[in-house]
Every structure is written in C-alpha cells, then in structure tokens.
C-alpha cells in the first residue's frame, strides 16, 4: 500500500516537473494530460488554417505538439493561405469559397442589380436573389460610383452624388439615374428606403410621383392594355417625348414582345432563314 503511494507520488512528482519545463504558452491547454501530440495538431507544423481566415498556431516542445491557440487573419491579410498557414491578401493562394462575397443587412434591394449608396458615393450594392453585396470604389484610392456605367470611375470622370434628406416623409431623385429616388424615413440619410421607378418612368419632385418619361428607344406599357407611350431615338442622345399611342381593333398591348398583338396569341417565332448552297458574292 504505501509503495503504491510511493509511486503515484513520484509519478505526480515527474509530471509536475515536465509540465514546468515546459514554455508557459505549451502549458495553455492540456497541462498534465499534454503528454501527447494534441489533436488540433495532428498536422504536426506550426501553422495550418481551420477556416478561410483562421489560423491555428502550435508548437513543439519536447517531442510533443502543443496547441498554442487560433489567431483570426484581417486588415490587409484577411485569408488563411493553407500550404504554410499565413495569412494573405493575395486571393489567388485561397479557396475559391473563401473570397465568395457575404451578403449584409444594410440595405433592402429594391430589385436584383446594381444600386448605388446614396449616402456614399464611392459605394454601391450588388443585389443578387434578393440579397444585397457591399463593394466600395475607395479601394482603388479616390474613385466613386459611376451608376450609368455600374462601375469604380476616377473623380475627374464621375461626380460624386450624395442624396441628404432634409425632413422626415420627403422624397429626393438621384440624378445620375432619374428612374431611382429615396424616401427620407428622418433626417438621417443613412435610413433613407432606395426606390425605383417602373420601367419607362422617371421620378419627379415636382408632384413626387414615378412619370413616364423616355429614357430609351421603344414602347411604355401602361395598366391600360389597349394603350402605350412611343419612345423614338432621335440621334446625337436625343428622346423624343413620351408619344400616346392605341392598339387597333382587338389587339392589346404585349409588354414582352413591346407591340400590339391579339390576346392570347400564340408567341410566333420567325422560322430560321433557308441556308443557300450559292456562293456569297463578296463585295469589294
Ligand atoms: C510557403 O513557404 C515556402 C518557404 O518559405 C515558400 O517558398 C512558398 O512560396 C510559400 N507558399 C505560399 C503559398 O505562400
Ligand atoms: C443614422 O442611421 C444609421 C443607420 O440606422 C445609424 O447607424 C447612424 O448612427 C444614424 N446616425 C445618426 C446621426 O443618428
């Protein structure tokens, strides 16, 4: 019985003793149990990645692998790059998944595409499935949003808009896209909803209301099926006014084939062009 003390003693004795040996930061988890290579280090190196962004660090100290703790990659390396487990900016070193973009919560999308910030003029939104992609122009130095083109431009080539909203229940237009408008909630800007105009329309702070309006060449449904607007391009950048027009006899409207057609027409495709066996005569 008491050798059996004896040597549960001189046991406890050994252990207490490596586990002072070793480096304060070896001792972190484990303590008497890390007699074995811990399993977040089954890797056996010092640096690996758990995740696109995190880093697993460890350590080896006398024959035994020790974890020393994660550390979470951001700023200008915000990636776990998995051969050497060091943090990166350069996503061609990561997994396609760990640069896919995160939605956020920030702003509603009105619709799928491209919205600007109107409360910052170097950022813009993507909206995708209803869920809406934050990208700022700032990380190519002092660009901004240029929303006709849907792209990062240089200050000198695109005006920096910012809508303010001055009481609470207003509506203010923003002009590089006159289809798109805001409701001001307050006078806090940042809480504005971001709208948009029904095709063919624009909005007006004159009466505050979405207007058909021609932006490009075609024809404007209208609720009334019988009727529409002629939108006609009239060259050098030139609309012409938004002109009335009604479908003859029976026919209504057809918004996707933009013309009048009979109701419950069967859509007709035009058959492929006969292939000619002739020679094409080339012109000089
Ligand atoms: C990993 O480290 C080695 C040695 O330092 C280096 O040559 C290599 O480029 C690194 N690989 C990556 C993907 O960073
Ligand atoms: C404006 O609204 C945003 C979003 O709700 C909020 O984060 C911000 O603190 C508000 N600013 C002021 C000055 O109240």
Redesign the pocket.
């Known amino acids: 019985m008491a050798s059996k003390v004896f040597v549960l003693l001189v046991a406890a004795f050994v252990a207490v003793a490596v586990e002072a040996s070793l480096a304060p930061s070896a001792r972190l988890r484990g303590g008497l149990r890390a007699l074995v290579d811990d399993p977040e280090c089954a890797s056996k190196r010092q640096l690996t990645c758990s995740d696109c962004k995190t880093q697993v660090r460890c350590d080896k100290v006398g024959g035994v692998w020790f974890y020393l703790g994660t550390n979470t990659c951001g700023g200008t390396t915000p990636y776990c790059e998995p051969v050497n487990g060091t943090c990166t900016g350069d996503v061609s070193l990561v997994d396609d998944k760990c640069t896919e973009p995160e939605p956020v919560n920030?702003f509603n999308c009105p619709s799928d595409g491209y919205w600007p910030d109107v409360t910052n003029c170097a950022k813009y939104y993507i909206c995708s499935d209803g869920k809406a992609y934050a990208y700022d122009c700032s990380s190519f130095g002092n660009a901004v949003y240029d929303h006709k083109s849907s792209s990062c431009l240089a200050r000198s080539e695109a005006t920096c808009v910012t809508l303010t909203c001055r009481s609470p229940g207003s509506f203010v237009a923003y002009n590089p896209d006159p289809s798109i408008y805001s409701f001001c909630r307050?006078t806090?800007?940042?809480?504005a909803a971001v709208l948009k105009c029904e095709e063919g329309r624009t909005f007006s702070t004159i009466n505050n209301e979405c207007q058909v309006a021609c932006t490009k060449a075609g024809r404007i449904a209208l609720a009334d099926k019988k009727r529409f607007y002629d939108c006609v391009d009239l060259g050098n950048g030139r609309m012409s006014q938004p002109t009335p027009g009604r479908c003859p006899g029976t026919s209504e409207f057809n918004p996707s084939l933009g013309r009048c057609a009979e109701k419950g027409a069967p859509v007709v495709t035009t058959p492929a062009p006969r292939t000619t066996t002739r020679a094409p005569t080339t012109v000089p």
Do not use: V
Request: aromatic share 0%; hydrophobic share 0%; charged share 15%.
């Open positions: 920030t307050s806090n800007s940042s809480e």
